[in-house]
C-alpha cells in the first residue's frame, strides 16, 4: 500500500455504486479529509476541544482554512462525518432481495463498521471513543449530530423504500429509517456514558432487537389516507358544529 492512494475495502469493490463513490477523484478528497480529521484529533486530545480552533486545524493538517471549511462547514462536522455513512446504502442493496429489511440492516451497520477497523485497526478504540466522548461532553457536538441525523436517515429511506415496495417520503419509510438512526446514535451514547464498558457491536444488536421487521407494502395497497379512510376514498374535512342556532 502506498501513501498516494487509499485502499478500497474488498466489500466496497464488489459494488458498483461504492466504487463510483471512491473513484480516484473521491480517494483524493477523502486523503485529504482524513488528513484534515487526523490533525483535529491529535489537537483536541492535546488541548481540548474548544481550546481547538479551525486555523491550528489547518496549519496541522497543512492546508489552508478554507479548505478545512470546504470539507466541512463546522468544527463540529470534522468530529461527527463518517465516509463510511455513505456506503450503508450500497450495502444495504447488495442484500438479497427476500431478506427480511431489519437483517439487512444489522449486516450493513456490522459491515461498515469492519471496513472502518479493516482500514483503521484502531478505530473503536481511539476515534470512535473520542468521537462518542465529545458527543456526551460538548454540546455543541451533540446538538451537531442530531441535526446530521436526518441526512442518514433519507440515505436510509432510499435503500429500505427499494426493498420494502415503498415510496422513499411513505410514512413508515421515514418512520422506521429516523427511529433506526436515533436508536443507534443512543446506543453509542450510552456505551460512551457508560465509560466503554460494553461490546459496541453487542449494544447495536440489543438496540436493532428492540424493532420489527418493516413489511413490505402489498401490491394492492393505495396511498396512506389514515386510519379509518377506505381505500380508494380520500379523505374529507371533517365536520365542525359550532353552537346550536336558537330556535325560534
Known amino acids: 500500500m502506498t501513501t498516494a492512494r487509499t485502499p478500497v475495502p ?8 461504492a466504487e463510483r463513490r471512491l473513484s480516484l477523484r473521491e480517494r483524493k478528497k ?10 483535529t484529533y491529535r489537537l483536541i486530545k492535546e488541548q481540548g476541544y474548544e481550546a481547538t480552533t479551525v486555523e491550528q486545524i489547518a496549519e496541522e493538517a497543512e492546508v489552508s482554512p478554507s479548505t478545512v471549511f470546504r470539507y466541512f462547514p463546522t468544527k463540529e462536522d470534522i468530529i461527527i462525518t463518517d465516509e463510511y455513512d455513505v456506503l450503508v446504502e450500497d450495502l444495504l442493496r447488495s442484500r438479497p432481495a427476500d ?10 451497520i456490522r459491515r461498515s463498521m469492519a471496513m472502518q ?13 473520542l468521537r462518542t466522548g465529545l458527543m456526551v461532553s460538548v454540546p455543541a457536538v451533540r446538538s451537531r449530530a442530531m441535526e446530521s441525523m436526518s441526512v442518514t436517515g433519507r440515505l436510509l429511506c432510499r435503500a429500505i423504500a427499494d426493498r420494502t415496495g415503498r415510496a422513499p417520503d411513505d410514512l413508515e419509510v421515514r418512520v422506521y429509517a429516523m427511529g433506526l438512526v436515533s436508536a443507534l446514535l443512543e446506543a453509542v451514547l450510552y ?8 461490546d459496541v457491536l453487542n449494544l447495536v444488536d440489543r438496540t436493532l432487537s428492540t424493532f420489527r ?3 413490505r407494502r402489498p401490491p394492492d395497497d393505495g396511498p396512506d389516507h389514515g386510519p379509518g379512510v377506505p381505500p380508494g376514498e380520500a379523505p374529507g374535512a371533517p365536520e365542525i358544529h359550532g353552537p346550536a342556532a336558537p330556535q325560534p
Do not use: F, G, N, Q
Open 99 to 108: 431478506e427480511p429489511v431489519l437483517e439487512s440492516v444489522r449486516w450493513a
Open 10 to 17: 474488498d466489500a466496497a469493490r464488489r459494488l458498483p455504486e
Open 191 to 198: 456505551w460512551a456514558e457508560r465509560d466503554y464498558r460494553d
Open 117 to 129: 477497523v479493516a482500514d483503521t485497526p484502531d478505530y473503536v478504540h481511539e476515534e470512535m471513543k
Open 213 to 215: 421487521d418493516l413489511a
Open 30 to 39: 477523502l486523503k485529504t479529509r482524513t488528513a484534515i480529521r487526523d490533525a
